[in-house]
């Protein structure tokens, strides 16, 4: 089963327990962007609790949808910095944050001008660290219907719904007694590195 779904920034571990029981990765590169989802925003567990990361967009002509893959970032707002801050003090004491920050941070800093763009290396990056071997595929064209093949979860990982088969087995966090579902994937990263797939799986 291939697994069609939207492009997402630090996606949440739940997406990634769904990767990998599925046999590739459609992404959806026709279709508009969509306001207050996981394409531009993220979650990260700190002291005071969950925090939204989200990235500020260029919108353009507010008028006219625009297709996702030409949504520019805004960097005059120097995200970067808040974003960067908030994940080192909310994962620099954990086990496995020397071993993977720079890699991200090495994303961040190249400042690629586009959303997508920014989202696709991410994805590469945590695949990768991850050791997941899936193949990669880009939509050719917007479909509303898929084929038998294909398991449409387009706007179904979404801030605002919680998932009702995508769970994900409690693993030991920075902070907090009771475990937080749907962060973002540096959160099981940095706690548990090499083993993260045990709790994907």
Partial sequence: MILLTELMYNPPVTYFRQLLHSDGLLLEQHENYVKQSYRNRCHVLTAQGVVPLSIPILKGNSKNKTIITEIEIDYSQKWYNVHWRTIQAAYGRAPYFEFYGDYIQQVYARQPKYLFQLNVELLKLYLKLLKINKPLFFTDAYQSETPANVLDLRNRIHPKI???????????????????????IIDLLFTQGPASLTYLT
């Fill in 162 to 184: 919680i998932p009702d088969n995508l769970h994900v087995k409690p693993y030991t966090q920075v902070f907090g007694k009771q475990f937080v579902p749907e962060l973002s």
